[in-house]
């Protein structure tokens, strides 16, 4: 058994400042927790001292692991401390610090009483604990030689020292206990002495030390399979422990690479300490690490965390919010970290797209905080992660020759019988100390050597000896020569993972017999409880496992592992969709995993975006793989190609135009016009933003035209705002108004009716959009629109509300519409405020746009910095993440617009000029008229050589547009524009008629900012 013994230090210091009742209550916290803990891992709460706790693990009840589970109990127990400690340094100023100290060996029990819990423990053991207890450091856990010798092989420990204790003259040895190994690969105690590598661990420890002081940092490290970049990590954790840090390990696998929000979740997962917890339990403790969040943001969590509450319905928010806001929550809760902490990615060429995005994210924010990151990957790797601004990497290179000789002759010890061995082996191995390590295993498995690690004999003579060519040919024999129900343990292993456990084991039909592989170093236990776990001693023998079974077998273990999975947790098989899709696949099921790959898409659709592509995308492959002669293989091939055409907008990367043609080719085939219509949207939308805005206008048509054709009023409703919003900026007004006509007549007076992502309240929209082409050629009846649309808006969403009332309000306010000072400026910044919780990037920067816009116009000064400082965040934003581009242009002419009001006429001039040939060039001509105004107007202000010729010039060109015949917004433009020119060239009597015309038109339009213009002129 093992005693576990902890101390609060300096617990009088701490009565005197605080007072004895604060006191108590603080060991309270301590015993509490402590009393949780031990429980956690099986043991025995003994006695609660004045000032701590003793515990024994393996008795009453025998426990074979207590020694590991009392190391793990005394380190939960150190950092449950640091977490209550940084409380009690927020509310009383002190510092709360344990010892912790541990003993194993034979107890004399007894029922001595104490009257705690029916067990008392005697014996010099127990007062060893104590003793090893008062010598451990503040906030350390010390172990006796007794106990270190029993964790030795999976605990990181501190090299023994010396410790005085009380009631021996002589010192005695003991260990500190840093860590226990839950990584791959074997412990510190069973390693090779690390060789070289000497810059790379300073560059390391330089790092660990600017941590400390407040300067987190992310460092990858590359190399090929087996050359020591994980060994490197091991040293750099324990390094970093040795410093205090909490060191969080997580594992990319390489099946899971498709499998969206694996690696982050597990990593959060292990920050937060909800490993072991599920549903309340897990709930519970993500509250208690995260005190003050907001509660909806902890529902996110809770979600990506796989512990959400099966009752409660997952908030209906925008991918792109929920995002932001478990950024910022993940963020701000690593700033708010007093304690460092080192992070290691392991393995980060299997990391799936969600989790490499969002760890981009979160590792963004290191650099102002005390944790750092250390991701390790293979060459071929070259994603986000290490493209992280501000992140290092280290390229590790093979050992040289005199490296290797060191390693080898440690392994294999200073008989001169493996000497000329060793000589053959330094060229085989390339500088690949794991290759050396293998040869060895494979060379002592084969009664070549004899003896043990560092002291082997060899009888055999030099050149009989074979040895593999390479290191899979090495493991492969290895594997080899295992007995069948070994080896049927590592095969099924294999298929499930680099990480399994002794459950899915037995779920799949094995007996989990794991003694023979662990003694042959192919596989390490890493947890001992709840459950124990294992893991492959490094991937590449999970590879040769995996690759060297017959394709059949291996299918069999994945069709298997796919039920068993289902079985495990029959309650988030969504969850899990994609890893089953994943296995039937690798069985050969194509159309079950079909089937699943869809069902992970609708799970993830709501989640994040790319998650749901992928799984879309599999499933095209899919589809696409069938025979020609399968029944279902074009509609198999149409769904998923009609979902990822729709969502194209939302990809990184898009130009998705052969791929709708294939589209197109399949559903024209198959006469599924529905899927087409839908599938559209992607290239209306791509071909919108690329500035092909006649052409995004065309396929709209061609859209809508299909829409009618099916009548489904729903759909056509739906897919009309994306069409109505093309049309009134590429200036198709009798297009804009027959489509908001259509829209106001299906929807009926139901205002959600074909409501979608985009849009909450198409018919609140439809009216809103009529309004503004009814105004735009000067037709009654644009005023009653702009209220009812307005009406109408304010009982829908709040996205939906924020995104028309701006839009309404920023249009027609730049056309000289409507007054910017009646602009509800209060209501609109409380709407976005709660938009900004829930909604897209995309409806919110439009928003923001049009926000900023419409307060540019504002007479207070305040509401002008107001409005600028927006439009030019969301310009900025779009450039730096080079999205939205084709709205840039207007962002700018906003900017020059308040730059030109405030003097500076030159800048503003440049600006207007070159934003204004973008939105010709694009097309975008609905949006042009007030832009030339505005330049025109400037160029009249300026007057410098040339200007009034060039205004003349810009006016010239609306003129001549055929496209602005019959629009009242810019014939009113164009009145007073020509007044401002005439005024310029000093003609005066053409001026005053001009201006007449001006007041009179305004006047019978009721354009209310041009009547206030025209006032004033
Ligand atoms: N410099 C070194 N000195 C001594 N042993 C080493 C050294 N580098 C690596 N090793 C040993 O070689 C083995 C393989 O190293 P490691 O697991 O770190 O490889 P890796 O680069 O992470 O490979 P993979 O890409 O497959 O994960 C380990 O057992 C490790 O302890
Ligand atoms: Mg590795």
């Given at each position: 058994m093992t005693v576990l013994f902890a101390d609060v230090v300096g617990s009088m210091d701490i009565a005197a400042a605080v007072g004895a009742e604060r006191l108590r209550e603080i060991m309270a916290g301590v015993v509490g927790r402590g009393a949780a803990v031990v429980q956690r891992y099986g043991g025995t709460m003994d006695k609660f001292t004045g000032d701590g706790l003793m515990a024994v693990f393996g008795a009453p009840k025998s426990l074979e692991d207590h020694a590991i589970r009392a190391c793990l109990a005394a380190l939960d127990l150190q950092s449950e401390t640091l977490r209550l400690a940084d409380e009690v340094q927020r509310r009383d100023g002190i510092d709360l610090e344990l010892r912790v100290g541990l003993n194993s060996g034979q107890v004399v029990a007894g029922?001595?009483?104490?009257?705690?819990?029916g067990y008392t423990a005697i014996g010099e053991q127990v007062g060893f604990a104590q003793r090893m207890e008062s010598a451990a450091p503040p906030g350390g856990v010390m172990l006796s030689e007794s106990t270190a010798h029993l964790v030795d092989k999976t605990a990181v420990l501190a090299d023994p020292e010396l410790v005085r204790i009380k009631g021996r003259d002589e010192p005695v040895p003991a260990r500190r206990l840093f860590a226990v190994v839950s990584g791959?690969?074997?412990?510190?105690?069973?390693?090779?002495t690390l060789v070289g590598r000497r810059w790379e661990m300073a560059a390391l420890e330089a790092m660990v030390e600017q941590a400390i002081r407040g300067r987190g940092d992310v460092v990858g490290m590359a190399g090929p399979p087996g050359i020591g970049k994980s060994r490197v990590a091991r040293e750099a954790a324990a390094l970093a422990m040795n410093r205090g840090f909490e060191v969080v390990w997580t594992y990319c696998e390489s099946h899971a690479?498709?499998?969206?929000?694996l690696v982050v979740s597990n990593l959060l997962r292990t920050v937060i300490g909800v490993t072991d917890l599920d549903g309340t339990d897990a709930r519970a403790r993500i509250r208690e690490r995260?005190?003050?969040?907001?509660p909806q943001d902890l529902l996110l969590l809770d979600d990506l965390l796989g512990a959400?509450?099966?009752?409660?319905?997952?908030?209906?928010?925008?991918p792109d919010a929920r995002r932001r806001r478990l950024t910022a929550l993940i963020n701000a809760a690593s700033l708010a970290r007093t304690t460092p902490a080192l992070y290691i990615i392991e393995?980060?060429?299997?990391?799936?797209a969600v989790s490499e995005s969002m760890l981009t994210d979160f590792l963004t924010?290191?650099?102002?905080?005390?944790s750092m990151a250390l991701i390790t990957c293979r060459p071929e790797y070259e994603g986000a992660l290490t493209r992280v601004p501000g992140a290092q990497t280290i390229a590790l290179a093979p050992l040289d020759d005199s490296e290797t000789v060191t390693l080898l002759a440690e392994l294999l010890g200073p008989d001169p019988s493996v000497g000329e061995l060793g000589e053959i082996m330094v060229s085989r191995v390339g500088g690949i100390p794991f290759f050396a390590e293998e040869i060895v295993r494979d060379l002592t498995e084969r009664g070549v050597l004899r003896g043990q690690r560092g002291a082997y004999v060899c009888r055999t003579p030099v050149t009989e000896v074979s040895v593999p060519a390479t290191l899979q040919a090495t493991i492969g024999a290895r594997i080899d020569r295992l007995d069948a129900p070994a080896k049927r343990v590592l095969s099924a292993a294999a298929v499930i993972g680099s990480r399994f456990d002794t459950e899915l084991l037995t779920g799949l039909g094995?007996?989990?017999?794991v003694d023979e592989l662990i003694g042959a170093e192919l596989?390490?236990?890493?947890?001992?409880?709840?459950r124990a776990q294992y893991a492959f001693h490094h991937p590449l023998i999970r590879a040769v496992a995996y690759e060297s079974q017959l394709k059949s077998d291996r299918a069999e273990w994945h069709r298997r592992l796919a039920v068993a999975i289902q079985q495990r947790d029959p309650d988030s098989v969504d969850e899990s969709a994609a890893l089953i899709a994943e296995h039937l696949q690798a069985a050969g099921d194509l159309r079950a995993a079909y089937d699943w790959h869809m069902r992970a898409s609708a799970w993830s659709t709501n989640r994040d975006i790319t998650a749901a592509r992928v799984s879309w995308e599999r499933a095209r492959q899919i589809a696409d793989a069938?025979?020609?002669?399968?029944?279902?293989r074009t509609a198999m091939r149409i769904a998923p190609r009609t979902m990822l055409s729709v969502s194209s907008w939302r990809a990184?990367?898009?130009?998705s135009s052969e791929r709708f043609e294939e589209l197109r080719d399949l559903c024209t085939g198959a006469g599924d016009k529905a899927s087409l219509a839908i599938g559209m949207t992607g290239p209306v939308s791509e071909l919108m933003w690329s500035g092909h805005t006649r052409d995004a206008s065309r396929l709209a048509s061609e859209q809508m035209a299909l829409l009618e054709s099916i009548a489904d009023p729903a759909l056509t409703i739906g897919a009309a705002y994306g069409v109505m919003v093309i049309k009134a900026a590429a200036c198709e007004i009798a297009d804009l108004l027959h489509w908001s006509q259509t829209v106001i007549d299906l929807a009926?007076?139901?205002?959600?009716?074909?409501?979608?992502f985009a849009m909450g309240s198409p018919l609140a929209a439809a009216i809103a959009l009529r309004g503004f082409g009814r105004s735009w050629l000067g037709r009654p009846g644009w005023r009653e629109d702009f209220d009812d649309a307005s009406a109408m808006a304010r009982r829908s969403d709040p996205v939906t509300h924020a995104l028309l009332i701006t839009g309404i309000n920023r249009l027609a306010i730049e056309n000289g519409?409507?007054?910017?000072?009646?602009?509800p400026l209060r209501e609109i910044e409380e709407t976005l405020r709660i938009a900004e919780r829930s909604s897209g990037d995309t409806a919110l920067s439009t928003v923001k746009l049009s926000f900023g816009a419409a307060l540019?116009?504002?007479?207070t000064l305040a509401d002008r910095r107001r409005g600028l400082e927006l439009v030019t965040q969301v310009r900025d934003t779009w450039l730096r993440e080079r999205?939205?581009?084709?709205l840039v242009p207007t962002a700018e002419l906003a900017i020059a617009r308040e730059r030109a009001g405030r003097g500076e006429r030159d800048r503003a001039i440049a600006m207007m000029r070159s934003a204004l040939e973008k939105l010709f060039q694009m097309q975008q001509l609905g949006l042009c008229v007030v832009p030339t105004a505005d330049l025109v107007e400037a160029l009249l202000e300026r007057r410098a050589d040339g200007d009034i010729a060039e205004a003349k010039r810009s006016i010239d060109r609306l003129v001549n547009m055929?496209?602005?015949?019959?629009?009242a917004v810019c014939e009113i433009w164009l009145l007073r524009l020509r007044a401002l020119l005439c005024r310029a060239r000093g003609e005066d009597i053409a001026y005053q008629d001009f201006v007449n015309r001006y007041r009179t038109m305004a006047d019978s339009l009721g354009f209310e900012r041009h009547i206030a213009m025209a006032e004033a002129m």
């Amino acid at each position: 058994m093992t005693v576990l013994f902890a101390d609060v230090v300096g617990s009088m210091d701490i009565a005197a400042a605080v007072g004895a009742e604060r006191l108590r209550e603080i060991m309270a916290g301590v015993v509490g927790r402590g009393a949780a803990v031990v429980q956690r891992y099986g043991g025995t709460m003994d006695k609660f001292t004045g000032d701590g706790l003793m515990a024994v693990f393996g008795a009453p009840k025998s426990l074979e692991d207590h020694a590991i589970r009392a190391c793990l109990a005394a380190l939960d127990l150190q950092s449950e401390t640091l977490r209550l400690a940084d409380e009690v340094q927020r509310r009383d100023g002190i510092d709360l610090e344990l010892r912790v100290g541990l003993n194993s060996g034979q107890v004399v029990a007894g029922e001595i009483g104490s009257g705690v819990p029916g067990y008392t423990a005697i014996g010099e053991q127990v007062g060893f604990a104590q003793r090893m207890e008062s010598a451990a450091p503040p906030g350390g856990v010390m172990l006796s030689e007794s106990t270190a010798h029993l964790v030795d092989k999976t605990a990181v420990l501190a090299d023994p020292e010396l410790v005085r204790i009380k009631g021996r003259d002589e010192p005695v040895p003991a260990r500190r206990l840093f860590a226990v190994v839950s990584g791959h690969g074997a412990a510190a105690g069973t390693e090779s002495t690390l060789v070289g590598r000497r810059w790379e661990m300073a560059a390391l420890e330089a790092m660990v030390e600017q941590a400390i002081r407040g300067r987190g940092d992310v460092v990858g490290m590359a190399g090929p399979p087996g050359i020591g970049k994980s060994r490197v990590a091991r040293e750099a954790a324990a390094l970093a422990m040795n410093r205090g840090f909490e060191v969080v390990w997580t594992y990319c696998e390489s099946h899971a690479k498709d499998v969206p929000f694996l690696v982050v979740s597990n990593l959060l997962r292990t920050v937060i300490g909800v490993t072991d917890l599920d549903g309340t339990d897990a709930r519970a403790r993500i509250r208690e690490r995260i005190p003050d969040a907001d509660p909806q943001d902890l529902l996110l969590l809770d979600d990506l965390l796989g512990a959400a509450d099966p009752d409660v319905a997952l908030p209906p928010i925008d991918p792109d919010a929920r995002r932001r806001r478990l950024t910022a929550l993940i963020n701000a809760a690593s700033l708010a970290r007093t304690t460092p902490a080192l992070y290691i990615i392991e393995d980060a060429h299997w990391i799936d797209a969600v989790s490499e995005s969002m760890l981009t994210d979160f590792l963004t924010a290191l650099p102002r905080t005390l944790s750092m990151a250390l991701i390790t990957c293979r060459p071929e790797y070259e994603g986000a992660l290490t493209r992280v601004p501000g992140a290092q990497t280290i390229a590790l290179a093979p050992l040289d020759d005199s490296e290797t000789v060191t390693l080898l002759a440690e392994l294999l010890g200073p008989d001169p019988s493996v000497g000329e061995l060793g000589e053959i082996m330094v060229s085989r191995v390339g500088g690949i100390p794991f290759f050396a390590e293998e040869i060895v295993r494979d060379l002592t498995e084969r009664g070549v050597l004899r003896g043990q690690r560092g002291a082997y004999v060899c009888r055999t003579p030099v050149t009989e000896v074979s040895v593999p060519a390479t290191l899979q040919a090495t493991i492969g024999a290895r594997i080899d020569r295992l007995d069948a129900p070994a080896k049927r343990v590592l095969s099924a292993a294999a298929v499930i993972g680099s990480r399994f456990d002794t459950e899915l084991l037995t779920g799949l039909g094995v007996e989990p017999v794991v003694d023979e592989l662990i003694g042959a170093e192919l596989i390490d236990q890493v947890r001992f409880t709840p459950r124990a776990q294992y893991a492959f001693h490094h991937p590449l023998i999970r590879a040769v496992a995996y690759e060297s079974q017959l394709k059949s077998d291996r299918a069999e273990w994945h069709r298997r592992l796919a039920v068993a999975i289902q079985q495990r947790d029959p309650d988030s098989v969504d969850e899990s969709a994609a890893l089953i899709a994943e296995h039937l696949q690798a069985a050969g099921d194509l159309r079950a995993a079909y089937d699943w790959h869809m069902r992970a898409s609708a799970w993830s659709t709501n989640r994040d975006i790319t998650a749901a592509r992928v799984s879309w995308e599999r499933a095209r492959q899919i589809a696409d793989a069938l025979p020609d002669d399968d029944p279902g293989r074009t509609a198999m091939r149409i769904a998923p190609r009609t979902m990822l055409s729709v969502s194209s907008w939302r990809a990184a990367e898009s130009d998705s135009s052969e791929r709708f043609e294939e589209l197109r080719d399949l559903c024209t085939g198959a006469g599924d016009k529905a899927s087409l219509a839908i599938g559209m949207t992607g290239p209306v939308s791509e071909l919108m933003w690329s500035g092909h805005t006649r052409d995004a206008s065309r396929l709209a048509s061609e859209q809508m035209a299909l829409l009618e054709s099916i009548a489904d009023p729903a759909l056509t409703i739906g897919a009309a705002y994306g069409v109505m919003v093309i049309k009134a900026a590429a200036c198709e007004i009798a297009d804009l108004l027959h489509w908001s006509q259509t829209v106001i007549d299906l929807a009926d007076g139901d205002p959600t009716k074909g409501a979608n992502f985009a849009m909450g309240s198409p018919l609140a929209a439809a009216i809103a959009l009529r309004g503004f082409g009814r105004s735009w050629l000067g037709r009654p009846g644009w005023r009653e629109d702009f209220d009812d649309a307005s009406a109408m808006a304010r009982r829908s969403d709040p996205v939906t509300h924020a995104l028309l009332i701006t839009g309404i309000n920023r249009l027609a306010i730049e056309n000289g519409v409507l007054r910017a000072d009646e602009f509800p400026l209060r209501e609109i910044e409380e709407t976005l405020r709660i938009a900004e919780r829930s909604s897209g990037d995309t409806a919110l920067s439009t928003v923001k746009l049009s926000f900023g816009a419409a307060l540019t116009y504002r007479s207070t000064l305040a509401d002008r910095r107001r409005g600028l400082e927006l439009v030019t965040q969301v310009r900025d934003t779009w450039l730096r993440e080079r999205t939205r581009l084709y709205l840039v242009p207007t962002a700018e002419l906003a900017i020059a617009r308040e730059r030109a009001g405030r003097g500076e006429r030159d800048r503003a001039i440049a600006m207007m000029r070159s934003a204004l040939e973008k939105l010709f060039q694009m097309q975008q001509l609905g949006l042009c008229v007030v832009p030339t105004a505005d330049l025109v107007e400037a160029l009249l202000e300026r007057r410098a050589d040339g200007d009034i010729a060039e205004a003349k010039r810009s006016i010239d060109r609306l003129v001549n547009m055929p496209d602005y015949a019959g629009s009242a917004v810019c014939e009113i433009w164009l009145l007073r524009l020509r007044a401002l020119l005439c005024r310029a060239r000093g003609e005066d009597i053409a001026y005053q008629d001009f201006v007449n015309r001006y007041r009179t038109m305004a006047d019978s339009l009721g354009f209310e900012r041009h009547i206030a213009m025209a006032e004033a002129m």
